[in-house]
């Protein structure tokens, strides 16, 4: 099994409204391997939530090169893509996107269902998000923080071979965050996963193996103003 999990080259996507034509990514590059963790910044409207709808497939690009998993993108049926996305890629949304009518223990249970799993962890990771009293609660009845945390257990309780996530820290306050963080990268390098994160966060960002910056529609290494 390859430990490269994303490979793309020269990624491009572009769209259109009422009055002009817009290019977002402009031959983004980008690989990422098996137990790495690559923060992604870059100012609001750079196409950082663009790249991650590349990533999973719910967008196409362009042009340019894709591979996940090894698979060259162009080949994978959209039935294959979501096959991926119940299976080995979890993504997740600034908004937790829990299914409304299920309790918190009932979403991770569908989650880790839809991928083939007969068995989760759901219990042991909430006792350790520090949400376990959520277990029968709808989302409604959760804080934004408390939803993020749900939906980070529900992402590994599926066991995903990559993760795709937009400010996964964006809804909790400090003291939240310092205990949640360091959970989220020991269980990227204990389960060696790939984690890919969109952040605005620079403390997030920083605990990442690197760093890039999105401007201009393509990726660079980030520079600390600090070194320059």
């Known amino acids: 099994m390859s430990d490269i999990l994303i490979r793309a080259q020269g990624l491009c996507c572009s769209y259109d409204n009422s009055r002009e034509h817009i290019n977002v990514l402009q031959g983004v590059s980008l690989e990422l391997q098996r137990g790495e963790s690559v923060a992604v910044i870059g100012p609001s409207g750079s196409g950082k939530s663009t790249l991650l709808n590349l990533l999973n497939g719910l967008l196409v690009p362009d042009n340019g090169l894709l591979e996940v998993f090894g698979r060259d993108s162009t080949q994978l049926t959209e039935a294959q893509w979501a096959e991926l996305r119940r299976t080995r890629i979890a993504t997740l949304f600034q908004d937790g996107n829990l ?34 009293e959520t277990a029968h609660r709808y989302p409604d009845q959760l804080s934004g923080g408390q939803r993020q945390r749900a939906a980070l257990a529900c992402a590994f309780a599926m066991q995903p071979d990559l993760i795709l996530a937009d400010e996964p820290t964006g809804s909790l306050d400090y ?9 989220f990268f020991d269980a990227i390098r204990e389960r060696k996963l790939g984690a890919l994160i969109v952040t605005h966060n620079p403390e997030l960002a920083q605990r990442c193996d690197r760093i890039l910056e999105l401007q201009e529609g393509a990726l660079s290494p980030w520079v600390s103003p600090a070194s320059s």
Request: glycine share 10%.
């Open 99 to 132: 299914i409304p009518t299920l309790t918190v223990s009932r979403n991770i249970a569908f989650r880790a269902g839809l991928a083939g799993l007969q068995t989760h962890d759901g219990d042991t990771l909430l006792e350790q998000l520090g949400i376990a």
């Open 175 to 183: 003291a939240t965050a310092e205990r949640v963080v360091p959970l």
